[in-house]
């Protein structure tokens, strides 16, 4: 797909790019992104639900194989990037290489292992009380400036704040530099990661290293009763992870929970606004807050793309064959839009009956923090609609956040003015 090709497509589907699914991909995967990528989706899905791009990497777009690629044991993770021929000379692609979403049994279930303890549903209900003191805050100053950045201003300070209480040792100073590392390193993971790309995630990875290689040696110095405190000492007395394995483990901790909570929180109030009979049903009947986050989950999911997954054997994938050695990626985006798993799918519906997604991944990669994520969400979005009667949106064309782009779905600014 060539860059000329990709540019000369508009929002609307011309006829030759609704027959055309190398068209369909290249348009969803270059510059310039899509600001409304659905039509896409389902056009690619209804054409060619497994399509082979010509780039070699494999496209699933239905909901079924999207499912079958999170829950089947003939496709893995972790020879993707180790395969990658920049990898020896990566810090990025060697540290991503040690997280557990790029990891594959039993490497993948030791990780997991050493921290699942912190993210049982009593551990998580513990930071409720934390988490709705935060986001009243922020929306104190919401109102008190009549408005703001849904992203800047509300959405992106509240999972890195969470965590870092969660953890400990990093301090509230420290956060911002955390998100900018974490939107600098989530290049390395894209689809397709030029040599820039790769370069400023290969920056971002150094300064995680040094950053976090600091708070574990002061925690070894003066021991804490926090989460990162108890890591510290209990991999000390195991051995469970290696030196690698731990600092990949706090990064993917704060920079995993800060991407796709905070787009949950921005993208969702954003939907809503969008969809005021629906904003209205949430603010009268507030109890219906953690079905209305599952139901935009699945509407506007944070992350549109899975992790490529690579084909252990030859397997059949929606009655398609994928030959051993080939990548993989699911199309979220489009999957949570089929209809054969989901009445009226491009139709936002907080009380549907059909609803669940796949947007916190399923099985052994389902999200670690998947219960924390959904406490930040349900509280941030709640409370945002309870507390305005009035939200007006200042710019209705926002600008994506390209960085992140095409996997994670992010917008440079979302901005309102508010009334209570």
Same mark, same amino acid.
């Given at each position: 797909m060539t860059t000329e090709r990709a540019e000369s497509l508009s929002s609307d589907l011309s006829?030759?790019?609704?027959?055309?699914?190398?068209?369909?991909?290249?348009?969803? =995967?270059?510059?310039?992104?899509?600001?409304?990528?659905?039509?896409?989706?389902?056009? =690619?899905?209804?054409?060619?639900?497994?399509?082979?791009?010509?780039?070699g990497l494999w496209f699933a777009s239905e909901y079924a194989a999207c499912e079958t690629l999170f829950?089947?044991?003939?496709?893995?993770?972790?020879?993707? =990037?180790?395969?990658?021929?920049?990898?020896e000379d990566s810090s990025s692609l060697q540290l991503l290489g040690h997280m557990m979403p790029f990891l594959d049994p039993p490497d993948h279930t030791r990780v997991r292992r050493s921290v699942s303890s912190f993210f049982v549903p009593r551990a998580v209900q513990h930071l409720r009380g934390f988490a709705t003191q935060l986001i009243d805050r922020l929306l104190?100053?919401?109102?008190?400036?009549?408005?703001?950045?849904?992203?800047?201003?509300?959405?992106?300070?509240?999972?890195?704040?969470?965590?870092?209480?969660?953890?400990?040792?990093?301090?509230?100073?420290?956060?911002?530099?955390?998100?900018?590392?974490?939107?600098?390193?989530?290049?390395?993971?894209?689809?397709?990661?030029?040599?820039?790309?790769?370069?400023?995630?290969?920056?971002?990875a150094d300064e995680f290293r040094a950053y976090f290689g600091h708070i574990i040696e002061s925690r070894r110095a003066r021991p804490a009763d926090d989460m990162m405190g108890t890591m510290v000492a209990e991999?000390?007395?195991?051995?469970?992870?290696?030196?690698?394995?731990?600092?990949?483990?706090?990064?993917?901790?704060?920079?995993?929970?800060?991407?796709?909570?905070?787009?949950?929180?921005?993208?969702?109030?954003?939907?809503l606004l969008h969809h005021p009979r629906q904003?209205?049903?949430l603010r009268g009947q507030p109890d219906r807050g953690r079905a209305a986050v599952e139901e935009l989950l699945r509407f506007e999911p944070p992350a549109q793309l899975t992790i490529p997954r690579v084909a252990a054997e030859d397997v059949e994938l929606g009655g398609v064959t994928i030959p051993e050695g080939e990548l993989v990626c699911g199309v979220l985006g489009a999957a949570h839009r089929d209809p054969l798993r989901y009445q009226n799918p491009d139709q936002l519906d907080i009380g549907r009956d059909d609803g669940g997604s796949l947007a916190l991944a399923f099985g052994i990669h389902s999200c670690i923090g998947a219960a924390v994520a959904r406490l930040e969400t349900e509280i941030a979005i709640t409370r945002f609609v309870e507390r305005f009667a009035d939200i007006t949106i200042v710019n209705a064309e926002p600008a994506l956040h390209t960085a992140c782009l095409p996997s994670l779905r992010s917008f440079e600014a979302l901005t309102v003015t508010v009334a209570p």
């Amino acid at each position: 797909m060539t860059t000329e090709r990709a540019e000369s497509l508009s929002s609307d589907l011309s006829p030759d790019l609704a027959d055309d699914p190398e068209a369909l991909v290249g348009a969803l =995967l270059t510059e310039p992104f899509q600001t409304d990528p659905y039509p896409f989706y389902n056009r =690619l899905r209804t054409l060619a639900p497994v399509y082979r791009s010509e780039s070699g990497l494999w496209f699933a777009s239905e909901y079924a194989a999207c499912e079958t690629l999170f829950r089947s044991p003939a496709f893995g993770v972790g020879l993707r =990037l180790r395969d990658n021929p920049r990898f020896e000379d990566s810090s990025s692609l060697q540290l991503l290489g040690h997280m557990m979403p790029f990891l594959d049994p039993p490497d993948h279930t030791r990780v997991r292992r050493s921290v699942s303890s912190f993210f049982v549903p009593r551990a998580v209900q513990h930071l409720r009380g934390f988490a709705t003191q935060l986001i009243d805050r922020l929306l104190d100053q919401v109102e008190a400036a009549g408005g703001g950045d849904l992203l800047g201003d509300f959405a992106r300070q509240i999972p890195i704040a969470v965590m870092c209480e969660m953890l400990g040792g990093v301090g509230a100073d420290d956060q911002e530099r955390c998100c900018a590392w974490s939107d600098a390193l989530v290049e390395a993971s894209q689809p397709v990661t030029d040599d820039a790309m790769l370069a400023r995630a290969d920056a971002a990875a150094d300064e995680f290293r040094a950053y976090f290689g600091h708070i574990i040696e002061s925690r070894r110095a003066r021991p804490a009763d926090d989460m990162m405190g108890t890591m510290v000492a209990e991999n000390d007395r195991t051995g469970t992870l290696s030196e690698d394995e731990f600092l990949a483990m706090t990064t993917i901790l704060v920079g995993a929970a800060y991407h796709n909570t905070a787009n949950a929180i921005a993208n969702g109030i954003w939907t809503l606004l969008h969809h005021p009979r629906q904003m209205a049903l949430l603010r009268g009947q507030p109890d219906r807050g953690r079905a209305a986050v599952e139901e935009l989950l699945r509407f506007e999911p944070p992350a549109q793309l899975t992790i490529p997954r690579v084909a252990a054997e030859d397997v059949e994938l929606g009655g398609v064959t994928i030959p051993e050695g080939e990548l993989v990626c699911g199309v979220l985006g489009a999957a949570h839009r089929d209809p054969l798993r989901y009445q009226n799918p491009d139709q936002l519906d907080i009380g549907r009956d059909d609803g669940g997604s796949l947007a916190l991944a399923f099985g052994i990669h389902s999200c670690i923090g998947a219960a924390v994520a959904r406490l930040e969400t349900e509280i941030a979005i709640t409370r945002f609609v309870e507390r305005f009667a009035d939200i007006t949106i200042v710019n209705a064309e926002p600008a994506l956040h390209t960085a992140c782009l095409p996997s994670l779905r992010s917008f440079e600014a979302l901005t309102v003015t508010v009334a209570p």
